[in-house]
């Protein structure tokens, strides 16, 4: 009886369970998650990489690389533009020397798929933004590698402007509305606040809660000047002068203000050459701030695009 009203109570909370999970639907669900014999798989957490993920990350780029080969007298070779990309990987990112190369397929395989299975999660996702980053890596591996992220529910995305760059982000949504604030902003020729955004993702993933605040600040300070040319390099006097005229609600001048003051009264984030303890600031607040920054920024833009208009 008990057996069966949990059955009863996870099927009933399958259709939110589902929307919580970026791009997966009831027919993604096998029969026994569907029917409540076996729980749905919950979204990762930043840091988490596991077997799952690993593996499919994995297969996705096996599928790819196998279709850029040639067979030789004794061997399969890697060829095309998958050999440019590992070529590339083996000299510029894994610092080895070029007559080390080794392009049989095999060999390739073997030591890719070691990388991805054991490696820290960071240095998978290392591995793989180079790789997205090498000149000519193809458009549907970007997106097939973000599609991956999605239905094993990483708490990363991909933003597939130049560079590709993987993103943290807390929920699928959360995920959504980053990346539709640099495609906003890279549209827009913000290159500079695109940039300190990436800058901010790369601190995060590599565990510098501090860097990826202080990053995500300069995004929108890059875009403050860039709407006001006269204002000062503080954030401050910029969002007073957006607000004179008439781009900026008070209130959210306010609140974006006192953020501004966190990073300021967190020693080692704004004021990083000061000998103080390090900065009371943590994984959480890192993507927080990402995600709002890249919001705030986008929609200066836009209110500046707009006349001020609401």
């Known amino acids: 009886m008990q057996r069966a009203a949990r059955r009863a109570r996870q099927r009933a909370n399958i259709a939110a369970t589902v929307g919580e999970q970026n791009n997966r639907n009831v027919e993604n669900l096998s029969f026994s ?46 060829s095309g533009t998958w050999r440019d990309i590992l070529k590339s990987t083996h000299a ?4 080895r020397a070029l007559d080390d190369w080794n392009e049989r397929f095999s060999a390739i395989c073997s030591n890719l798929r ?24 193809p458009m549907q ?47 827009a020729g913000l290159a500079g606040s695109s940039s300190h955004l990436r800058n901010a993702a790369n601190n995060i993933n ?16 890059s875009v403050a000047r860039k709407i006001d040319p006269k204002a000062s390099r503080a954030l401050k006097p910029a969002l007073k002068s957006i607000e004179i005229q008439g781009a900026l609600h008070p209130a959210l001048k306010e609140a974006f203000t006192s953020l501004y003051g966190y990073t300021s009264d967190q020693q080692g984030i704004r004021h990083a050459l000061l000998d103080s303890p390090q900065a009371k600031v943590g994984a959480d607040e890192a993507v927080f701030m990402l995600g709002a920054c890249a919001s705030f920024a986008s929609y200066l833009w836009r209110k500046r695009v707009g006349g001020g208009k609401p």
Not at 47 to 57: P, S, V, W, Y
């Open 33 to 78: 998650q569907a029917q409540g014999y076996e729980e749905v798989p919950e979204t990762l957490k930043l840091e988490e990489l596991n077997k799952r993920a690993r593996t499919q990350i994995w297969n996705l780029l096996f599928s790819h690389m196998e279709q850029s080969t040639e067979v030789g007298m004794h061997n399969r070779y890697i």
């Open 92 to 95: 510029l990112y894994d610092n």
């Open 114 to 137: 070691n990388h991805i299975e054991n490696d820290p999660f960071n240095l998978v996702f290392d591995r793989l933004q180079f790789i997205l980053r090498v000149k000519n890596c």
């Open 141 to 187: 591996f970007i997106r097939g590698l973000k599609r991956v992220f999605a239905a094993c529910g990483l708490a990363y995305t991909i933003d597939e402007s130049s560079p590709p760059t993987i993103f943290p982000v807390a929920t699928p949504e959360e995920g959504m509305a980053l990346l539709e604030s640099m495609q906003i902003l890279c549209q």
């Open 206 to 221: 590599q565990q510098d809660w501090a860097g990826g605040v202080r990053e995500s600040i300069h995004a929108v300070e």
